[in-house]
């Protein structure tokens, strides 16, 4: 049968051993006190968001580009400066020597400048000794790209992120999960030592077995387990693993009824055994109990004067911009280190530009105008359409990616939302604007498009604009790279749908509700219509077109287009009679910062719970 192990671990990192007790600040968590029953305890209770509770997930989330080092300092910045926010005096290089101590004593050092990565998707076909490629290896020298960390190094680090905070308890789900049984060892002893060295009780040791339905049928020492399951006579066979042996005690055989039945009745008495043995246990141990426990409230600050109120708002200005700095700095880190993926979207804007202007081989110099008139849209839409769709994917993937750490980072409140998000759309969006830029200038050098190049590729690159703020949006209320994928792809095709300009004309009758708002959300709607309103207004066909009669030749002959005078009776015809280029790029960019604004509210309400 497969084996299935989960492992739960609670150990407490900043406690403190006095008169027989385990205090956190005010918190009693185990006394041993027998003599006085009465005592009364002031409880103050822990918070994650205070940075009291460490969550070490089962899963190691990072920002793959970044090094150790780097993460780590990041991580630090955010702790020290939530400690200085009333100070004056700010250590500018705290930070880094807290990153410095937490690297030392989780023994990545040596590891330090190595890029985090993500073996599962990073090659290294140079030996690990980074590209071939001079110049680059010289811009990013200082760090050096490998094939990422090792599984047990990943967690090492996750170990070193949740340390930073100085946690008062340390909570692990699954810590050795995807890890060989050699560096799972090494991460329970690394756990086990840090609890060790403070002088702090764990339960490290702790078994707990749970039979389905939550029967609990064991909770206690893991030495004690086979003696315990002994006296109920159910004897561990020498050559049987523990393990897998309570595994199959608790194991309900659903394909046989007359064996599922003896199996639940097995379940039932182990479950029942297991409480009434806590009972006598809880009995034994009541004088020890503390009988009343008194919530003690956080003290009221009493009131400020103004000239303490403007410097408190003062240096609240200056924690919010270091923040946004930081942030800012790692979303750049992020995204300009790609260097394959950047080159890939670089030279696939480029080979893009190059193939539709090859397929509408109208569109040239000395050609035909009134040929091309239906090329020219066709062009133009597809090309809106490419780089939007481009845009979006990779949105969707780096932001799900970067999710699960910015939830961590948020549930110990290191930023706002905003904060955030605008860090991101600063880093990231001139890097997607570029490539826009890239496809509008090589598709208009080797085209006889009409429009300039300025407004073409404006165009493009608010569309693009648009494209990656609906993929913030749409980012920011999923939790994970598929679900992202599974609603966004879906979204921009329906989107697409309603955006394109029909070329058989415009239809008389008006669409139904739902489908003016899907065109009123479809960034590929206003971005196709302003392309097409600056290439065809006030557009003279050329004599060259005309025949001897002053009548227009090569016309399409059938739909929309056919038998047009000029460029405006062209936009007439497609319904674009009355569009301005300005007003539809001024709608392009509201509906960026409407999606913007949801990205933001998603951030907010879709995201972590605080404990």
Same mark, same amino acid.
């Given at each position: 049968?497969?084996?299935?192990q989960?492992?739960?671990i609670?150990a407490?990192?900043?406690?403190k051993?006095?008169?027989?007790s385990?205090w956190?600040?005010e918190l009693i968590?185990?006394s041993d006190?027998?003599?006085?029953?009465?005592s009364t305890?002031?409880?103050?209770p822990?918070s994650?968001?205070d940075?009291d509770?460490?969550m070490?997930w089962?899963?190691?989330?990072?920002f793959?580009m970044?090094t150790p080092?780097?993460s780590?300092?990041?991580?630090?910045?955010?702790e020290?400066?939530?400690?200085q926010k009333h100070?004056n005096a700010?250590?500018r290089?705290e930070?880094?020597?807290l990153?410095?101590k937490?690297?030392a004593l989780l023994?990545?050092?040596s590891v330090?400048d190595n890029?985090?990565?993500d073996?599962?998707r990073?090659?290294d076909?140079?030996?690990?000794k980074?590209?071939?490629?001079?110049l680059i290896?010289?811009?990013f020298?200082?760090?050096?790209?490998?094939?990422?960390?090792?599984?047990?190094?990943?967690?090492?680090?996750?170990v070193a992120h949740?340390?930073v905070s100085?946690?008062?308890?340390?909570?692990?789900d699954?810590?050795?999960t995807?890890?060989?049984s050699?560096?799972?060892?090494r991460?329970?002893k690394?756990?086990?030592r840090l609890?060790?060295?403070?002088?702090?009780?764990?339960a490290?040791?702790s078994?707990?077995?749970?039979?389905p339905g939550g029967k609990m049928?064991?909770?206690?020492k893991r030495e004690?387990?086979?003696s315990y399951?002994k006296k109920?006579?159910?004897?561990?066979?020498?050559?049987?693993?523990p393990?897998?042996y309570f595994i199959?005690?608790? #194991?309900? @055989?659903?394909?046989?009824? &007359?064996q599922?039945t003896?199996d /639940?009745?097995?379940?039932?008495?182990?479950?029942k %055994?297991f409480m009434?043995?806590?009972?006598?246990?809880?009995a034994?141990?009541?004088?020890?109990?503390?009988s009343?426990?008194?919530?003690?409230?956080p003290?009221k600050?009493?009131?400020?004067s103004i000239p303490?109120?403007?410097?408190?708002k003062y240096n609240?200005?200056?924690?919010?911009r270091?923040?946004f700095?930081a942030?800012?700095q790692?979303?750049?880190?992020?995204?300009?280190?790609?260097?394959?993926?950047n080159?890939?979207?670089l030279l696939?804007?480029?080979?893009?530009?190059?193939l539709f202007?090859t397929?509408?081989?109208?569109?040239r110099e000395?050609k035909s105008?009134t040929?091309s008139?239906?090329?020219?849209?066709?062009?133009?839409?597809?090309?809106?359409?490419n780089m939007?769709?481009?845009?979006?994917m990779? #949105?969707? @993937?780096?932001?799900?990616? &970067?999710?699960a750490?910015v939830? /961590?980072?948020q549930?110990?409140?290191d930023?706002? %939302?905003l904060?955030?998000?605008?860090?991101?759309?600063?880093?990231?969006?001139?890097l997607?604007?570029?490539?826009?830029?890239v496809?509008a200038?090589v598709?208009?050098h080797?085209?006889?498009?009409?429009t300039?190049l300025?407004?073409l590729?404006?165009?493009?690159v608010?569309m693009?604009?648009?494209?990656v703020?609906l993929?913030?949006?749409?980012?920011?209320?999923?939790s994970?790279?598929?679900?992202?994928?599974?609603v966004g792809?879906?979204?921009?095709v329906?989107?697409m749908?309603v955006g394109v300009?029909?070329p058989s004309?415009?239809?008389?009758?008006?669409p139904?509700q739902?489908?003016a708002c899907?065109?009123?959300?479809?960034?590929?709607r206003?971005?196709?219509e302003a392309v097409v309103?600056a290439e065809f207004?006030?557009?003279i066909?050329p004599q060259s077109?005309?025949?001897n009669?002053g009548?227009?030749?090569?016309?399409p002959?059938?739909?929309g287009?056919?038998?047009?005078?000029d460029?405006n009776?062209?936009?007439?015809?497609?319904?674009?009679?009355?569009?301005?280029?300005s007003d539809l790029?001024?709608k392009?960019?509201?509906l960026s910062?409407?999606?913007l604004?949801?990205?933001?509210?998603g951030?907010?309400f879709a995201?972590?719970?605080?404990?």
């Amino acid at each position: 049968m497969a084996l299935s192990q989960k492992y739960h671990i609670m150990a407490d990192f900043d406690g403190k051993i006095s008169d027989g007790s385990v205090w956190y600040d005010e918190l009693i968590l185990q006394s041993d006190d027998t003599a006085n029953s009465n005592s009364t305890v002031h409880a103050r209770p822990l918070s994650q968001k205070d940075g009291d509770i460490a969550m070490l997930w089962q899963h190691d989330n990072f920002f793959e580009m970044l090094t150790p080092r780097e993460s780590l300092e990041i991580a630090a910045f955010f702790e020290v400066l939530k400690n200085q926010k009333h100070n004056n005096a700010i250590n500018r290089d705290e930070h880094k020597e807290l990153a410095e101590k937490k690297l030392a004593l989780l023994g990545l050092s040596s590891v330090a400048d190595n890029r985090i990565g993500d073996r599962s998707r990073m090659g290294d076909s140079n030996g690990g000794k980074g590209w071939n490629m001079p110049l680059i290896n010289k811009v990013f020298s200082k760090v050096r790209r490998k094939g990422g960390l090792s599984g047990g190094e990943r967690r090492r680090l996750s170990v070193a992120h949740e340390l930073v905070s100085e946690p008062k308890a340390f909570l692990a789900d699954e810590p050795t999960t995807g890890l060989d049984s050699s560096q799972a060892e090494r991460v329970v002893k690394l756990i086990a030592r840090l609890g060790r060295e403070r002088s702090i009780p764990s339960a490290l040791d702790s078994f707990i077995l749970l039979a389905p339905g939550g029967k609990m049928c064991y909770s206690g020492k893991r030495e004690e387990a086979v003696s315990y399951f002994k006296k109920l006579g159910f004897e561990c066979p020498h050559d049987v693993n523990p393990s897998e042996y309570f595994i199959d005690l608790v #194991t309900v @055989d659903t394909e046989d009824e &007359e064996q599922s039945t003896l199996d /639940r009745n097995r379940i039932d008495f182990l479950h029942k %055994s297991f409480m009434e043995s806590q009972k006598l246990a809880n009995a034994d141990n009541t004088s020890g109990y503390i009988s009343q426990v008194e919530y003690k409230p956080p003290r009221k600050r009493n009131g400020l004067s103004i000239p303490s109120i403007i410097h408190r708002k003062y240096n609240s200005f200056k924690c919010t911009r270091r923040r946004f700095c930081a942030l800012l700095q790692r979303s750049w880190r992020q995204n300009s280190r790609n260097v394959p993926l950047n080159l890939i979207r670089l030279l696939a804007s480029v080979i893009q530009a190059v193939l539709f202007s090859t397929i509408f081989d109208s569109i040239r110099e000395g050609k035909s105008v009134t040929k091309s008139i239906a090329d020219r849209v066709a062009l133009l839409t597809y090309g809106v359409i490419n780089m939007s769709m481009m845009s979006l994917m990779k #949105t969707l @993937d780096l932001f799900a990616r &970067e999710r699960a750490v910015v939830n /961590r980072e948020q549930m110990r409140t290191d930023y706002s %939302s905003l904060e955030y998000l605008l860090a991101k759309v600063v880093a990231e969006m001139p890097l997607d604007a570029m490539f826009s830029w890239v496809f509008a200038m090589v598709l208009k050098h080797l085209t006889a498009l009409r429009t300039s190049l300025v407004d073409l590729a404006k165009t493009y690159v608010l569309m693009t604009v648009s494209s990656v703020s609906l993929g913030f949006a749409i980012g920011s209320v999923t939790s994970s790279v598929e679900s992202a994928m599974s609603v966004g792809v879906p979204l921009m095709v329906i989107f697409m749908i309603v955006g394109v300009i029909n070329p058989s004309g415009v239809s008389e009758g008006r669409p139904n509700q739902i489908m003016a708002c899907l065109k009123t959300l479809s960034p590929i709607r206003w971005a196709i219509e302003a392309v097409v309103t600056a290439e065809f207004r006030d557009m003279i066909f050329p004599q060259s077109d005309r025949g001897n009669l002053g009548n227009l030749k090569n016309l399409p002959k059938m739909g929309g287009l056919a038998l047009v005078k000029d460029g405006n009776e062209v936009l007439r015809n497609l319904g674009l009679e009355k569009a301005s280029y300005s007003d539809l790029m001024n709608k392009l960019g509201f509906l960026s910062g409407f999606y913007l604004v949801l990205s933001w509210l998603g951030l907010i309400f879709a995201g972590p719970k605080f404990i």
